[in-house]
């Protein structure tokens, strides 16, 4: 139990570094390692995990959480979330002090301006995957549709609109 | 720089781990929005290009981006205690969350009911994220420059399905480029 646990910490440590894209462009990779190298669950339990992940508030990276609680319960669940958490969190911290200090030099206005677009590309791309993945018909579509044009004028909170989305499908709208 | 309104003074770092715990478990279908919605246009703590800006810079570097985010937000406001504050805020709440919905999952998960309502809350998500998309892109600079470099990462992966890592840095390494060039240009016209 314990080699697991500490296993588990270590490999989510190593991937964190290689995560570009966020938890959820890692699926191949999460899936190579848990599957096919550790054997420590099949493909169903794995594809059911990340159905509760997307399903569930908060960020992406709970599937990473929900992958250590199966390998070995809450103390699992811990390790493999501090493992994909913390060794960028920790680099990213001092690399931001920098990047504060370097604050009106033309080369970090350039890279600022740089990455304004892509990070925009980046949010519009994890909407695709969202609709991709939950297979969603012409009805469910005009809804993300729907809620895009409201939320882009309005400011009301965006939990109406998620509750809402959960009405229509418990009616049997979509 | 015009339209950009001071903000408003920091909360302490106790304030920030409430806010972020909060954000952390109402973040269906995304905890990002939500982050932006409190930060920027709620609590007014920080201007929306700067919220693109650590976006930006979180989302080129790998790891979760909603962490990344929490950590720079949190280091912003209230130095090293706040970004602890603000990233475990964003992540303890939702991770009991989770724990108990594998437990009620296991229970109710086969129901066609319980599909159903994930399936709308999926879909309202999305327009969250396209909502949120369209927002940032109001703060671009000189859009019809940039912006399509955001077409282009939409393009290559949900069309040809580029690996991200090599087309993140292709494009930024580009944009970067045409930025340095326009912003020495501009400077020596003056």
């Not at chain 1, 990276?61 to 994909?84: E, K, N, R, Y």
């Amino acid at each position: 139990m314990i080699w697991q646990i500490t296993d588990l910490f270590v490999q989510f440590s190593l991937l964190n570094f290689v995560a570009f894209g966020g938890v959820t462009a890692m699926l191949p990779e999460i899936h190579r390692l848990v599957v096919e190298q550790r054997q420590w669950m099949d493909d169903a339990t794995f594809a059911q995990l990340f159905a509760i992940a997307q399903a569930a508030p908060g960020p992406n990276l709970l599937f990473v959480s929900l992958i250590g609680w199966q390998v070995a319960g809450i103390a699992g669940g811990i390790a493999a979330t501090l493992g994909i958490c913390l060794p960028v969190s920790i680099f990213i911290f001092l690399l931001y002090q920098h990047w504060e200090k370097f604050r009106g030099t033309p080369w970090q206005q350039a890279i600022e301006t740089g990455i304004a677009p892509l990070a925009v590309g980046l949010v519009c791309t994890s909407g695709w995957f969202v609709v991709a993945s939950a297979h969603l018909d012409y009805r469910s579509i005009a809804l993300t549709a729907g809620c895009t044009v409201l939320l882009a004028r309005q400011t009301w909170h965006p939990l109406w609109f998620l509750a809402a989305g959960g009405l229509a499908g418990g009616l049997g709208w979509l | 720089m015009s339209g950009t309104e001071s903000p408003a003074p920091p909360p302490g770092p106790w304030r920030l781990f409430l806010i972020a715990s909060r954000i952390g478990i109402s973040g269906f279908g995304g905890v990002l929005p939500l982050i932006r919605h409190s930060l920027v246009e709620e609590l007014r703590v920080l201007t929306g290009s700067d919220f693109n800006t650590m976006l930006g810079l979180c989302q080129v570097l790998p790891g979760s981006n909603v962490v990344n985010l929490a950590v720079c937000v949190g280091a912003r406001l209230h130095g090293a205690r706040g970004a602890i504050a603000f990233a475990s805020g964003i992540v303890l709440a939702p991770f009991a969350g989770v724990m108990l919905l594998a437990t009620a999952y296991g229970l109710w998960g086969h129901l066609p009911f319980v599909q159903d309502v994930l399936r709308g809350v999926a879909a309202a998500g999305a327009g969250l994220l396209f909502a949120t998309a369209l927002r940032m892109s109001r703060n671009v600079r000189e859009p019809r420059i940039y912006l399509p470099f955001a077409l282009l990462i939409l393009i290559g992966v949900a069309v040809f399905r580029l690996p991200l890592p090599p087309l993140i840095l292709a494009l930024l390494i580009v944009a970067t480029l045409i930025a340095h060039r326009r912003l020495i240009a501009s400077k020596q016209q003056r």
